[in-house]
């Protein structure tokens, strides 16, 4: 599976941003794609997530209310719409694709890294003050 991440850039404060993450090669049913952040000199983590089987959604509480996750099932893709964008929100995204999960999979689950089996290359989120 090769995830392509795209969509970054600079924005002001307040702002909106849509990163987009196209998926291609071999695809599974069961699936969760979600969305990392990684800020310069700090660990990598979670922002959303959303199971292609049932589309169900997780986000961080950082991500709720102003983060939407969805996804084209035609072009195999997934999106994250960010609103309101903050200084602090600024961080390289990534998105990544994990097939291991089953039905009784929760928020626990989809939010941490080792979950996840193919990983997209980045893109870079810059909001200005």
């Given at each position: 599976?090769?995830?392509?991440?795209?969509?970054?850039?600079?924005?002001?404060?307040?702002?909106?941003?849509?990163?987009?993450?196209?998926?291609?090669?071999?695809?599974?049913?069961?699936?969760?794609?979600?969305?990392?952040?990684?800020?310069?000199?700090?660990?990598?983590?979670?922002?959303?997530?959303?199971?292609w089987r049932d589309s169900r959604i997780y986000y961080?509480?950082?991500?709720?209310?102003?983060?939407?996750?969805?996804?084209?099932?035609?072009?195999?893709?997934?999106?994250?719409?960010?609103?309101?964008?903050?200084?602090?929100?600024?961080?390289?995204?990534?998105?990544?694709?994990?097939?291991?999960?089953?039905?009784?999979?929760?928020?626990?689950?989809?939010?941490?890294?080792?979950?996840?089996?193919?990983?997209?290359?980045?893109?870079?989120?810059?909001?200005?003050?």
């Open positions: 599976v090769q995830l392509q991440a795209s969509g970054g850039g600079l924005v002001q404060a307040g702002g909106s941003l849509r990163l987009s993450c196209a998926a291609s090669g071999r695809t599974f049913s069961n699936y969760a794609m979600g969305w990392f952040r990684q800020a310069s000199g700090k660990e990598r983590e979670f922002v959303a997530a959303i199971r961080s509480d950082s991500a709720k209310g102003r983060f939407t996750i969805s996804r084209d099932n035609a072009k195999n893709a997934v999106y994250l719409q960010m609103n309101s964008l903050k200084p602090e929100d600024t961080a390289n995204y990534y998105c990544a694709a994990g097939v291991r999960g089953i039905l009784s999979s929760g928020y626990d689950y989809y939010t941490k890294l080792r979950n996840y089996d193919y990983w997209g290359q980045g893109t870079q989120v810059t909001v200005s003050s």
